[in-house]
Nanobody, 122 residues
Framework: QVQLVESGGGLVQAGDSLRLSCTAS????????MGWFRQAPGKEREFIAR????????EYAVSVKGRFTISRDNAKNLVTLHMNSLKPEDTAIYYC???????????????WGQGTQVTVSS
C-alpha cells in the first residue's frame, strides 16, 4: 500500500512562490506516474500536473502552465511542485496523487495524500 504525505502549504501573498513536497512510502516509487491535484471550496478536484516515473514526461493544466513546475527525486521517493506567481485563484487544498492515469474523464489518481492547504491573499 502506497502512502503519500504532503507538506509545504501555507498562506502567501499574490505573486509569491511556494514549494509543495510529497513523500511516498510503501511501494516501488519509480514505477508510478505521480501528480498533483487541487480542490477549491465548492469546486471539484482538478488536475494540476503529472510527471512520469522517469521524470522525462510532464503535463500541466492550462491554468498553471508556465507558473508551476513538477519534479521528482526517485532516490528520495519525493515529488515536488514549485509554484511561482501565485494568484488568489490558486487557493485550494493541494493533493499529491500516485499511479495517475489519463482516462476519458481526465487524469485520475489511485493513491492520495491527505492534502495541504494553500491560501493566496490578494
Amino acid at each position: 500500500q502506497v502512502q503519500l504525505v504532503e507538506s509545504g502549504g501555507g498562506l502567501v501573498q499574490a505573486g509569491d512562490s511556494l514549494r509543495l513536497s510529497c513523500t511516498a512510502s510503501g511501494g516501488d516509487f519509480r514505477w508510478y506516474d505521480m501528480g498533483w491535484f487541487r480542490q477549491a471550496p465548492g469546486k471539484e478536484r482538478e488536475f494540476i500536473a503529472r510527471i512520469s516515473g522517469s521524470g522525462n514526461e510532464k503535463e500541466y493544466a492550462v491554468s498553471v502552465k508556465g507558473r508551476f513546475t513538477i519534479s521528482r527525486d526517485n532516490a528520495k521517493n519525493l515529488v515536488t511542485l514549485h509554484m511561482n506567481s501565485l494568484k488568489p485563484e490558486d487557493t485550494a487544498i493541494y493533493y499529491c496523487a500516485g499511479a495517475v492515469v489519463n482516462t476519458p474523464a481526465g487524469w485520475r489518481g489511485h493513491y492520495w495524500g491527505q492534502g495541504t492547504q494553500v491560501t493566496v491573499s490578494s
